[in-house]
């Protein structure tokens, strides 16, 4: 079930409805009845996936709060070793296998030829592993207590909202508030069906707009001049924020509705102006799982503390890229990322100086705008490996761009042909605006939810308009479009 | 208190939103319709509904039935309509009219095995299906598309708002006036086809029985009772196409099944099409629709049938016999044009047009050196113009205009514009579409003011002195009119 889909517009009032309906007592059963369902309209079977990943990581924490009591550490490492291998096995088999046969093929020049595991990868099935994986490091580390109640663990990895693109959440942020059970606020449905709103904006009317036409530039790209596929990369960047972005802002939103605060999963993080600060706006519930659980044990264990930090971040963009999914594409869009944070980090010092040296002022504004020119053009470049579909796809491009780039052929007629009609652009460009605007504020720390709910009750509810009215008439959806999926839930 | 002022507040909020969305999603609604005539014609006007597929369109006269049997008839078609759209348009027709008696063509029993595969079948209906009204009956059919079609859809795709939402990028001032609740149709749901195609007779014989596709029976079953329970005569008939042999077989069952139900059956395809004497060169417009001449031998037919089972029709019990003679006035002039738009000669051709005001041609010209017969039409027309050469024209027996380059000229008797292009693509504007298009330097489009709609375009060809003939068919006469 498609956050924008109707049946998500039937079925999430009726949740929500029945929810705070039901007696507090069996609120959690019902809304893990209704996740499981949520999830099942994909592919009903594959929730025997979540069953098993719920089931381990429950019997594991179990265990080891279990040998915790007895004084048996060292069992405890081997229950969460236990718990951690058979999450990852089956996100291996399912998601890696196939890649890891071809590579094998490949390799040994199809000497070894294993044969391919066909089932359909399952919908969000990385971000509920890492969760639980999370949960299960969580109990051995001693940050939370195993959870005794099945049900409340359970919920805990399958509340829908977040279920199948994140945000992956922490044990110690969500399970709580399962376990406390939430109370209907007025407060709390307005902030969360605003947030939905803006999410659905985000989707509809930008993301799947910006969509055919980076779609159709990439899908040609060898007759494209460069200046199409220039701006059909930077255009993927705003599309995939505004998809994922929305996503998460509906899952929020959702969840605040019933009275859940989940994290906060995008934070402007095109306006940053370091890749430390941009991956500390981007997809902030992953590069903080990897922070937690990858890059801090690493430092922690090695005694050379800058080679250990440069090495650390190597592994977390290395398997940040695998997350993503099983194609090389991935993996060179990570290590990427490495090359500039380690870069960034290298010459953080001799970059002081020469800026000292040369007296130049890293205050002023203009300072502070080139350096966020530079990170977004660095993150359009590593989009360009993870948009195309092969690497020999992201080399085409880039030498394409390199061979044939005539800016002046943006300005030409022909650019209406590309998938947004001259309507549809204009729309595009109206959106991004508002989308720019949006997220400037945000980045100056301004209130945009308290500046709209001051309003008078007239300017309110005409906002409020504004925002269904536009996502609903403008939105890319219905059968004059093909319905995109949201990129994300591939991962 | 506070408290209360939310709820209240956000109830009346949620309120108007959805009132807003249902008003935007009526707004943007594409309203054209088959059913204009069933809707717009006064309730109780209407004594019989014929319901089928385009076959009804091309092949069923109703005007002729008002004149022979006195009985007021209307078409209620759709485009390969299957039997449970017909279903649900039997119930709009009974909803919105009281008609006495049904005729229902067969055809969309055929499903699955006919010339039309199902799914294109799907398609067309879903894009059909809106031509109901917002009500019961409009839900039922998307619910029941949705759950027979062969070639399923979500049902998202049929609700207004995911299908037209995208007509922002169109709007015109029509998308707000028009109603086709006050869109009479004095064809009465009839389209109008001159253009014969020569086709091979099916010779298929079978005494063999074919079992339709299961919702087929099933919406048939439901439509003998929704007449028996509402008191509706039911007739069955077989409107003539290029059927196969699968489609005999099918015939043959519902046979059958009418004597079964003692439903009268005028199947005119296989033996029975002989007593129509059909002429297969000269009758049909494709291989799937009668064109004129057929539909009025079909619908003869059909009249004298109704003629022994329903002698006491009268036109004065009518109350809208006075509009319905107009309507039929009007067919006759469809009768009319079928001369001049036989006529082989372009010389009488201009002849007729100047000798009738309902007519205007508009013709372009531009290199063909047909100097004598066009110049001497101007100069009946009142234009004095000796070199013919490159001009454009209106030509109408009462007011003539033209121009050597350009003209701009007034859309027939409605708002809109006629253009002309000169040039490598000589060509005729309609409100800023090309008028059919036929490969020449002379060219020109005829328009009846009686009828309300342009009718053909034609061209002159110097080296062979044939004058040829393009009709505006009903498909697309919506585009210019």
Same mark, same amino acid.
């Given at each position: 079930?498609?956050?924008? =889909?109707?049946?998500?517009?039937?079925?999430?009032?009726?949740?929500?409805?029945?929810?705070?309906?039901?007696?507090?007592?069996?609120?959690?059963?019902?809304?893990?009845?209704? =996740?499981?369902?949520?999830?099942?309209?994909?592919?009903?079977?594959?929730?025997?996936?979540?069953?098993?990943?719920?089931?381990?990581?429950?019997?594991?924490?179990?265990?080891?709060?279990?040998?915790?009591?007895?004084?048996?550490?060292?069992?405890?490492?081997?229950?969460?070793?236990?718990?951690i291998l058979s999450n990852l096995a089956v996100l291996f088999f399912f998601k890696y296998y196939n890649f890891f046969v071809e590579n094998l093929a490949a390799l040994s020049q199809n000497r070894l030829l294993l044969p391919l595991f066909n089932y359909a990868l399952p919908v969000g099935i990385s971000f509920y592993t890492f969760q639980a994986l999370g949960y299960a490091i969580d109990v051995y580390r001693k940050d939370i207590a195993a959870e005794k109640n099945l049900i409340t663990y359970a919920l805990f990895i399958s509340f829908y909202p977040q279920l199948v693109a994140g945000p992956i959440e922490r044990s110690t942020n969500l399970m709580p508030q399962i376990k406390q059970g939430t109370h209907f606020s007025f407060e709390n449905m307005r902030a969360g069906l605003l947030l939905m709103g803006w999410g659905m904006f985000q989707k509809l009317v930008i993301a799947d707009r910006l969509a055919l036409f980076v779609d159709t530039v990439y899908q040609d790209y060898a007759q494209m001049d460069g200046a199409y596929l220039i701006l059909a990369t930077i255009l993927f960047a705003l599309q995939i924020y505004c998809d994922f972005g929305s996503y998460s802002n509906i899952a929020r939103g959702a969840a605040q509705v019933m009275g859940y605060r989940l994290m906060?999963?995008?934070?402007?993080?095109?306006? =940053?102006?370091?890749?430390?600060?941009?991956?500390?706006?981007?997809?902030?519930?992953?590069?903080?799982?990897?922070?937690?659980?990858?890059?801090?044990?690493?430092?922690?264990?090695?005694?050379?503390?800058?080679? &250990?930090?440069?090495?650390?971040?190597?592994?977390?963009?290395?398997?940040?890229?695998?997350?993503?999914?099983?194609?090389?594409?991935?993996?060179?869009?990570?290590?990427?990322?490495?090359?500039?944070?380690?870069?960034?980090?290298?010459?953080?010092?001799?970059?002081?100086?020469?800026?000292?040296?040369?007296?130049?002022?890293?205050?002023?504004?203009?300072?502070?705008?080139?350096?966020?020119?530079?990170?977004?053009?660095?993150?359009?470049?590593?989009?360009?490996?993870?948009?195309?579909? =092969?690497?020999?796809?992201?080399?085409?491009?880039?030498?394409?761009?390199?061979?044939?780039?005539?800016?002046?052929?943006?300005?030409?007629?022909?650019?209406?042909?590309?998938?947004?009609?001259?309507?549809?652009?204009?729309?595009?460009?109206?959106?991004?605006?508002?989308?720019? &605007?949006?997220?400037?504020?945000?980045?100056?720390?301004?209130?945009?939810?308290?500046?709209?709910?001051?309003?008078?009750?007239?300017?309110?509810?005409?906002?409020?308009?504004?925002?269904?009215?536009?996502?609903?008439?403008?939105?890319?959806?219905?059968?004059?479009?093909?319905?995109?999926?949201?990129?994300?839930?591939?991962? | 208190?506070?408290?209360?002022?939310?709820?209240?507040?956000?109830?009346?909020?949620?309120?108007?939103?959805?009132?807003?969305?249902?008003?935007?999603?009526?707004?943007?609604?594409?309203?054209?319709?088959?059913?204009?005539?069933?809707?717009?014609?006064?309730?109780?006007?209407?004594?019989?509904?014929?319901?089928?597929?385009?076959?009804?369109?091309?092949?069923?006269?109703?005007?002729?039935?008002?004149?022979?049997?006195?009985?007021?008839?209307?078409?209620?078609?759709?485009? @390969?309509?299957?039997?449970?759209?017909?279903?649900?348009?039997? *119930?709009?027709?009974?909803? %919105?009219?009281?008609?006495?008696?049904?005729?229902?063509?067969?055809?969309?029993?055929? #499903?699955?095995?006919?010339?039309?595969?199902?799914?294109?079948?799907?398609?067309?209906?879903?894009?059909?299906?809106?031509?109901?009204?917002?009500?019961?009956?409009?839900?039922?059919?998307?619910?029941?598309?949705?759950?027979?079609?062969?070639?399923?859809?979500?049902?998202?795709?049929?609700?207004?708002?995911? *299908?037209?939402?995208? *007509?922002?990028?169109?709007?015109?001032?029509?998308?707000?006036?028009?109603?086709?609740?006050?869109?009479?149709?004095?064809?009465?749901? #009839?389209?109008?086809?001159?253009?014969?195609?020569?086709?091979?007779?099916?010779?298929?014989?079978?005494?063999?029985?074919?079992?339709?596709?299961?919702? /087929?029976?099933?919406?048939?079953?439901?439509?003998? @009772?929704?007449?028996?329970?509402?008191?509706?005569?039911?007739?069955?008939?077989?409107?003539?196409?290029?059927?196969?042999?699968?489609? %005999?077989?099918?015939?043959?069952?519902?046979?059958?099944?009418?004597?079964?139900?003692?439903?009268?059956?005028?199947?005119?395809?296989?033996?029975?099409?002989?007593?129509?004497?059909?002429?297969?060169?000269?009758?049909?417009?494709?291989?799937?629709?009668?064109?004129?001449?057929?539909?009025?031998?079909?619908?003869?037919?059909?009249?004298?049938?109704?003629?022994?089972?329903?002698?006491?029709?009268?036109?004065?019990?009518?109350? /809208?016999?006075?509009?319905?003679?107009?309507?039929?006035?009007?067919?006759?002039?469809?009768?009319?044009?079928?001369?001049?738009?036989?006529?082989?000669?372009?010389?009488?051709?201009?002849?007729? %047009?100047?000798?009738?005001?309902?007519?205007?041609?508009?013709?372009?010209?531009?290199?063909?050196?047909?100097?004598?017969?066009?110049?001497?039409?101007?100069? *009946?027309?009142?234009?004095?113009?000796?070199?013919?050469?490159?001009? /454009?024209?209106?030509?109408? @027996?009462?007011?003539?205009?033209?121009?050597?380059?350009?003209?701009?000229?007034?859309?027939?008797?409605?708002?809109?514009?006629?253009?002309?292009?000169?040039?490598?693509?000589?060509?005729?504007?309609?409100?800023?579409?090309?008028?059919?298009?036929?490969?020449?330097?002379?060219?020109? %489009?005829?328009?009846?003011?009686?009828?309300?709609?342009?009718?053909?375009?034609?061209?002159?060809?110097?080296?062979?002195?044939?004058?040829?003939?393009?009709?505006?068919?009903?498909?697309?006469?919506?585009?210019?009119?």
């Amino acid at each position: 079930m498609l956050f924008n =889909s109707v049946d998500f517009i039937l079925f999430f009032p009726v949740v929500t409805i029945l929810f705070f309906l039901l007696p507090k007592r069996v609120r959690n059963l019902f809304l893990l009845a209704a =996740s499981l369902y949520f999830y099942m309209c994909w592919k009903a079977k594959y929730i025997l996936l979540i069953g098993f990943s719920i089931l381990v990581t429950y019997l594991a924490a179990l265990l080891m709060a279990f040998f915790e009591k007895k004084g048996k550490n060292k069992l405890r490492g081997w229950v969460l070793a236990g718990a951690i291998l058979s999450n990852l096995a089956v996100l291996f088999f399912f998601k890696y296998y196939n890649f890891f046969v071809e590579n094998l093929a490949a390799l040994s020049q199809n000497r070894l030829l294993l044969p391919l595991f066909n089932y359909a990868l399952p919908v969000g099935i990385s971000f509920y592993t890492f969760q639980a994986l999370g949960y299960a490091i969580d109990v051995y580390r001693k940050d939370i207590a195993a959870e005794k109640n099945l049900i409340t663990y359970a919920l805990f990895i399958s509340f829908y909202p977040q279920l199948v693109a994140g945000p992956i959440e922490r044990s110690t942020n969500l399970m709580p508030q399962i376990k406390q059970g939430t109370h209907f606020s007025f407060e709390n449905m307005r902030a969360g069906l605003l947030l939905m709103g803006w999410g659905m904006f985000q989707k509809l009317v930008i993301a799947d707009r910006l969509a055919l036409f980076v779609d159709t530039v990439y899908q040609d790209y060898a007759q494209m001049d460069g200046a199409y596929l220039i701006l059909a990369t930077i255009l993927f960047a705003l599309q995939i924020y505004c998809d994922f972005g929305s996503y998460s802002n509906i899952a929020r939103g959702a969840a605040q509705v019933m009275g859940y605060r989940l994290m906060v999963n995008f934070n402007v993080p095109y306006f =940053s102006k370091s890749f430390a600060e941009y991956w500390s706006r981007w997809h902030i519930s992953l590069s903080t799982w990897f922070q937690d659980y990858i890059f801090e044990p690493v430092v922690w264990r090695m005694k050379n503390k800058k080679v &250990a930090a440069y090495l650390a971040v190597l592994l977390v963009f290395f398997v940040s890229g695998f997350w993503h999914g099983a194609s090389w594409t991935y993996v060179i869009w990570g290590l990427l990322h490495a090359f500039f944070r380690v870069s960034e980090m290298a010459l953080r010092h001799p970059k002081k100086k020469l800026y000292k040296k040369l007296k130049i002022n890293t205050k002023s504004s203009l300072f502070g705008a080139l350096q966020t020119i530079w990170v977004f053009l660095c993150v359009c470049f590593t989009f360009v490996f993870f948009r195309a579909d =092969s690497v020999g796809q992201a080399f085409g491009i880039l030498r394409r761009i390199g061979s044939s780039t005539h800016f002046g052929a943006l300005f030409s007629a022909d650019f209406f042909r590309y998938g947004l009609d001259e309507k549809d652009f204009t729309v595009a460009v109206i959106a991004l605006v508002v989308l720019v &605007a949006a997220d400037w504020l945000v980045y100056k720390k301004k209130d945009i939810y308290h500046w709209v709910v001051t309003k008078p009750l007239a300017a309110r509810w005409v906002l409020y308009w504004v925002l269904i009215f536009s996502s609903v008439i403008f939105g890319v959806y219905g059968p004059s479009y093909d319905a995109a999926p949201f990129i994300y839930f591939q991962f | 208190m506070e408290k209360y002022k939310k709820i209240i507040g956000s109830l009346l909020f949620a309120v108007i939103t959805l009132a807003m969305l249902y008003g935007t999603a009526n707004l943007l609604r594409d309203r054209e319709t088959t059913l204009a005539d069933l809707y717009s014609e006064e309730k109780g006007s209407i004594d019989m509904v014929i319901v089928g597929s385009s076959h009804v369109n091309n092949g069923i006269i109703p005007n002729i039935f008002w004149e022979e049997n006195g009985i007021s008839a209307t078409n209620a078609y759709s485009w @390969a309509q299957p039997t449970w759209t017909a279903y649900y348009y039997i *119930r709009e027709a009974l909803r %919105v009219q009281d008609p006495d008696i049904v005729i229902l063509d067969l055809y969309g029993m055929t #499903y699955g095995n006919s010339y039309i595969m199902p799914e294109e079948i799907d398609r067309i209906n879903y894009e059909n299906s809106f031509n109901i009204d917002m009500n019961l009956n409009f839900l039922g059919l998307i619910h029941t598309s949705e759950k027979v079609g062969l070639d399923l859809r979500s049902y998202e795709d049929f609700l207004n708002l995911p *299908r037209y939402h995208t *007509r922002w990028k169109d709007l015109d001032l029509k998308m707000l006036t028009y109603d086709p609740h006050n869109d009479r149709d004095f064809l009465k749901g #009839y389209g109008l086809s001159y253009q014969a195609a020569a086709q091979q007779q099916p010779d298929y014989q079978s005494d063999e029985r074919m079992v339709p596709y299961e919702f /087929c029976v099933e919406y048939l079953d439901k439509i003998v @009772a929704l007449c028996e329970k509402k008191d509706v005569d039911l007739i069955f008939t077989m409107i003539p196409y290029l059927y196969n042999e699968a489609e %005999v077989k099918i015939d043959n069952w519902l046979e059958d099944y009418a004597r079964q139900h003692e439903i009268p059956y005028l199947s005119y395809i296989g033996e029975e099409a002989q007593e129509l004497d059909l002429d297969y060169q000269t009758d049909f417009r494709d291989n799937g629709h009668l064109n004129l001449y057929g539909a009025q031998k079909v619908t003869m037919n059909l009249s004298a049938f109704l003629k022994e089972r329903y002698p006491d029709y009268r036109k004065e019990d009518n109350p /809208c016999a006075a509009l319905l003679d107009e309507d039929y006035l009007k067919y006759q002039r469809v009768l009319q044009a079928n001369k001049i738009m036989a006529e082989s000669d372009l010389g009488q051709y201009l002849d007729q %047009v100047l000798a009738d005001s309902g007519y205007t041609l508009y013709l372009i010209n531009d290199g063909s050196a047909l100097t004598d017969q066009l110049a001497q039409a101007l100069e *009946r027309a009142g234009i004095g113009q000796e070199d013919c050469t490159r001009l /454009c024209a209106r030509l109408n @027996a009462s007011s003539s205009t033209f121009g050597q380059t350009s003209m701009e000229a007034e859309l027939f008797d409605r708002a809109g514009s006629v253009q002309f292009t000169f040039g490598d693509n000589v060509q005729i504007l309609l409100n800023d579409y090309p008028a059919i298009s036929i490969d020449s330097n002379f060219k020109a %489009v005829l328009y009846d003011a009686i009828l309300g709609r342009p009718l053909e375009t034609i061209a002159y060809d110097e080296s062979s002195g044939t004058l040829s003939h393009k009709e505006f068919s009903t498909d697309i006469i919506g585009l210019f009119q």
